[in-house]
């Protein structure tokens, strides 16, 4: 039982942690699709229509991909602004960060659950003749 809940919280974690180290955020389509080759970017026109275009590329005056299958062709004139996801350094920053305080915080504990057991440096609580602890300990 215990085994699925920490299964669980792994697969949880993992799902968080995929999209913690990045944000939507505005790019200048011109400079950044000529070096990076983005999934997706979501294109706002001159009407506030938001179109999410895959496999987008600029060509002389045009940003050109795919959306619902189908090729689209936008001039630049009638683009009010593009967004894609970006590496943010400060999410990444605080789950480093949240996952050595977790590390740090288990392992004392573990080491805390140990003490009592016996183990080094820990306390030695004596049992009674049926292997049971005794009261005082």
Known sequence: MA???VALA???FGIAALGACTSVRRIQPVEYLAD????VVWVTDT???VLP???AEI???TLKGTWQGARVRIPLGGIRSVQTRVHDHTKTALLVT???AVAVTSFYFVLAAQGGAGGPGGVYCPNDVKGRPLGYC
């Open 47 to 49: 009407s506030n229509s």
């Open 98 to 100: 949240t996952l050595g």
């Open 10 to 12: 792994g697969v949880l």
């Open 53 to 55: 275009v895959t496999d």
């Open 36 to 39: 990076n080759s983005p999934a």
């Open 3 to 5: 085994l699925n809940r």
């Open 59 to 61: 060509k002389r005056d």
